[in-house]
């Protein structure tokens, strides 16, 4: 146990970079026991602990992923149907990470197939919302009963809201020029190693040049958050003892757009700042799976009765478990 606890502090955590950091900041003069000096330290060591774990994580991720193209994803789900499909679309959404907005083109790929409705969702709700670069960097500024737990709950809503919106017979719903272009089933070349190293490379730079402005501004917010905030000012807005915290923290995420890489400092300071557990992770998920410009994508395919049953029932599913983590969140430390 104490190995692993010293694996994951040097290698997740990435300690030897913070004590580097505040070593040149000390050596250049900049005291880091300062407002000024600890929110540069902060700003620094996350931002390179970021880029470093991105860079690696979407590169062995994105060779996992290329393993299953949307073709292939289709066609693993296609072959099963009711609670099983609804579990296997979202389990898949965790290996096939997209972001909500590119998520839209799958989500349109998979009616005109003909999957039912509440797998597509279970899909699109866990895939911008659980991938596993987001869990790992989760474990490295929390820990790994934390991002297990997160996985765990993001799947069960995937699930649950996918059956949920099957149930609710809103098929009728969809836009008509979505189910009136079926997708052909086309055979997909397997690549080579070469190939898929390609690709993996090129999704590293692609990652990157989206998320990298989301990455320094989260950064940047966190530490403003941790240095320069007063926590009773924190406490008293998000406090976890305030019923509202929660609902606040939901509805105050989802206009925001911001890649889950950029929300993870503002999480990991305003938890350090007093902060519920539950009330941050609410905050996480609305931003990644209700941000504005998805909802505005979706509504090009589906009508406002299934648009307004997608949103009620992640919002309300987010609001759930953000007040159970914040309940049991004592477990998890």
């Not at 949307?70 to 096939?96: D, H, K, Q, S, Y």
């Not at 997160?150 to 098929?171: D, K, M, P, W």
């Not at 905050?283 to 209700?290: D, G, I, K, S």
């Amino acid at each position: 146990m104490e190995v692993f606890q010293w694996l994951n502090n040097q290698l997740l955590r990435m300690d030897w970079l913070s004590a580097s950091v505040r070593w040149l900041m000390e050596a250049l003069g900049i005291d880091v026991g300062t407002r000024l000096g600890g929110s540069l330290h902060f700003f620094v060591y996350d931002v390179i602990k970021i880029f470093i774990l991105l860079g690696v994580l979407i590169f062995a991720i994105s060779y996992v992923q290329s393993h299953f193209p949307p073709e292939r994803t289709r066609a693993i789900v296609g072959r099963f149907r009711g609670l099983p499909a609804n579990t296997l679309a979202a389990l898949l959404g965790t290996v096939t990470p997209f972001c909500s907005c590119s998520s839209i083109p799958l989500f349109i790929g998979f009616v005109g197939a003909g999957l039912p409705l509440g797998v597509t969702f279970s899909f699109l709700i866990s895939s911008p919302l659980v991938d596993l670069a987001s869990v790992i960097l989760l474990a490295s500024i929390f820990n790994w009963p934390i991002a297990i737990a997160y996985v765990a709950v993001g799947v069960v809503l995937a699930v649950v809201g996918g059956t949920l919106i099957e149930r609710a017979g809103l098929q009728r719903h969809i836009e008509p020029f979505v189910l009136d272009n079926p997708i052909a089933d086309v055979p997909q070349a397997e690549l080579t190693r070469a190939e898929r190293l390609a690709y993996a490379r090129e999704q590293v730079v692609d990652v990157f040049g989206r998320v990298w402005a989301y990455v320094l501004v989260g950064v940047a917010i966190g530490a403003l958050i941790h240095n320069w905030i007063p926590q009773q000012v924190i406490a008293a807005l998000l406090g976890s003892d305030k019923l509202w915290a929660v609902p606040l923290a939901t509805v105050v995420g989802i206009p925001m757009y911001a890649d889950i890489f950029g929300t993870l400092p503002i999480a990991e300071a305003l938890v350090a700042r007093g902060v519920g557990l539950g009330t941050v992770l609410a905050f996480m998920m609305a931003v990644t799976a209700l941000s504005v410009p998805s909802i505005i994508l979706l509504r090009q395919v589906v009508r406002p009765p299934l648009l307004a049953v997608f949103v009620g029932i992640v919002t309300l599913g987010i609001m759930a478990i953000g007040y159970l983590f914040n309940a049991f969140a004592y477990l998890l430390v």
